[in-house]
């Protein structure tokens, strides 16, 4: 589950005015959002500490997100984290069979990158919301200090340190219009996928995965099992994704992980699963 838009320096970090340190809390935004819809949601990170910077921020995903894209900010290197499904989930790109399991933001600990005492930072993720209304759904996050001190924002809504929520609406229609089509602007369509998801192939030496509009880069892993095959070449050219093996693959299950980032900055992940015979 990156917006290659940099944040304003003044917009991405800002001073925090609180009545005291216990009322500064991690949280996302908006407090509520439409079920079913594509969003942009903040992680808002307050620095609580009077002696030391805020270095790293971890946000861990509840089950369900297929895939997640997170804007670039200046200082920052972000690592998105997948987990394997026992079920794939079918989404309208297909099936995959990974989901968003986190989103690590690590700071140069200089300048932007950090949250200095008396700061926050706004970090903010565009994702497909899974669930129906009336769900909340509950995430974890871990805020590292240059102390060494980790802060685990987990417990319940009643706690000293609540994990951030957010709380699932009716779906927003306007004209009759569900919100589903606004996401065809900030999301590539699959075209096509070779060998196909689920089926048995024979002779393949090249694996490969088109969307419907050319990509700025992308990368496209095979794995046979838990083993990576590698491939004689692998890269992006247009708007495809390609590994291709000196030698055909042996029977078995493969599965295929890509990443693409499209022509409009966002970063998209998924998977899927062959055999061949």
Aim: positive net charge.
């Amino acid at each position: 589950m990156r917006t290659r838009t940099l944040l304003a320096a003044s917009a991405a970090t800002a001073a925090l005015a609180l009545p005291s340190a216990a009322q500064a809390h991690v949280t996302l935004n908006p407090k509520s959002i439409p079920a079913d819809s594509y969003q942009v949601l903040s992680v808002r990170v307050p620095n609580e500490d009077d002696k030391a910077a805020t270095t790293k921020v971890q946000l861990q995903f509840p089950a369900g997100f297929a895939s997640a894209s997170y804007e670039a900010q200046a200082g920052w290197k972000a690592k998105l984290v997948t987990r394997r499904l026992a079920r794939p989930l079918q989404t309208a790109y297909g099936p995959v069979d990974r989901e968003v399991a986190s989103i690590t933001w690590t700071g140069t600990r200089r300048g932007l990158g950090r949250i200095a005492p008396g700061q926050f930072r706004d970090f903010r993720i565009s994702v497909k919301v899974p669930g129906r209304a009336g769900d909340t759904l509950t995430f974890g996050a871990l805020q590292t200090y240059s102390n060494g001190t980790v802060v685990r924002w987990t417990g319940r809504p009643d706690a000293d340190k609540p994990a951030p929520t957010v709380r699932l609406t009716a779906a927003e229609r306007a004209h009759g219009a569900s919100t589903r089509p606004q996401a065809q602007t900030a999301h590539a369509g699959i075209a096509s996928r070779t060998p196909a998801p689920g089926t048995t192939a024979r002779n393949v030496k090249r694996v490969a995965i088109t969307f419907s509009q050319r990509l700025v880069t992308g990368k496209l892993d095979v794995y046979r099992g838990s083993t990576r095959v590698a491939p004689a070449r692998s890269g992006p050219a247009g708007a495809s994704v390609t590994a291709s093996f000196a030698r055909q693959l042996a029977a078995g299950g493969y599965t295929a992980r890509w990443r693409a980032v499209v022509s409009d900055g966002h970063v998209q992940t998924g998977s899927w699963s062959f055999r061949v015979k």
